[in-house]
């Protein structure tokens, strides 16, 4: 079919080759380690314990502003605070 199409529109028949190469290796094995197998486990450790981090940063600033209570005696309900998140 593609043969045909070309002849088409080139005007003239052509013939199509296919060939194939293996694909170059690198030479070395290093026996199955790879970076995410070696560092995956630190580096999404890391992100976690940041955002817990951060997260616990977030609640003593509340605590310590003593947000809720100000809601409270604006008259404002504590469970409507988290309908802006």
């Known amino acids: 079919m593609d043969k045909a199409l070309i002849s088409l529109r080139v005007g003239r028949p052509v013939e199509l ?42 609640i003593c600033m509340e605590k310590d502003l003593a947000l809720r209570r100000g809601l409270r005696m604006i008259g404002l309900k504590v469970g409507s605070v988290f309908d802006f998140y």
């Open 17 to 58: 080759a296919v060939s194939s190469k293996q694909f170059p290796s690198l030479g070395y094995q290093d026996g199955g380690l790879e970076a995410s197998a070696q560092y995956g486990t630190t580096f999404f450790y890391c992100g976690i314990m940041f955002q817990f981090v951060i997260l616990l940063y977030n």
